[in-house]
C-alpha cells in the first residue's frame, strides 16, 4: 500500500518560512518524479514544484520560483519543500504527489498526500 505522508504545515507570519515533508513508502522511490501542490480554499489544487528521480532535475511555478526549495532524499525516501518569504496567499492546504517515470506535468499523478495546512498571517 502506497501512502505519502506530509509533516511541517503550521501558522507563520508574513515573511517567514517554513519547511514541508512528505514521507513515501509502499513504492519504488527512485523511480517516481515527486511534486508540490497546493490548494486553496475555493479553488482548484494547483502545481507547485517536482523533482526528477534523481534529484537533479526542479521545476517551479512561477509563483514560488526565488521563494521556494524542492528536495528530495532517496535513501530515506523523503522530499521536502523549504518555502520562504511567504506571503498571506501562500495560504493553502500542501498536497505531496507522486507520478511514475520523468515527468510530473505531463499526465495525472499516480499517488497523492492528505495534505498538511499551511497558514500565512499578515
Known amino acids: 500500500q502506497v501512502q505519502l505522508v506530509e509533516s511541517g504545515g503550521g501558522l507563520v507570519q508574513a515573511g517567514g518560512s517554513l519547511r514541508l515533508s512528505c514521507a513515501a513508502s509502499?513504492?519504488?522511490?527512485?523511480?517516481?518524479?515527486m511534486g508540490w501542490f497546493r490548494q486553496a480554499p475555493g479553488k482548484e489544487r494547483v502545481f507547485l514544484a517536482a523533482?526528477?528521480?534523481?534529484?537533479?532535475?526542479?521545476d517551479y511555478a512561477d509563483s514560488v520560483k526565488g521563494r521556494f526549495i524542492m528536495s528530495r532524499d532517496n535513501a530515506k525516501t523523503t522530499v521536502y519543500l523549504q518555502m520562504t518569504s511567504l506571503k498571506p496567499e501562500d495560504t493553502a492546504v500542501y498536497y505531496c504527489?507522486?507520478?511514475?517515470?520523468?515527468?510530473?506535468?505531463?499526465?495525472?499523478?499516480?499517488?497523492w498526500g492528505q495534505g498538511t495546512q499551511v497558514t500565512v498571517s499578515s
Open positions: 523533482i526528477r528521480r534523481s534529484g537533479g532535475n526542479t
Open positions: 504527489a507522486a507520478r511514475y517515470g520523468a515527468s510530473m506535468t505531463s499526465g495525472r499523478p499516480n499517488y
Open positions: 509502499g513504492l519504488t522511490f527512485s523511480s517516481y518524479t
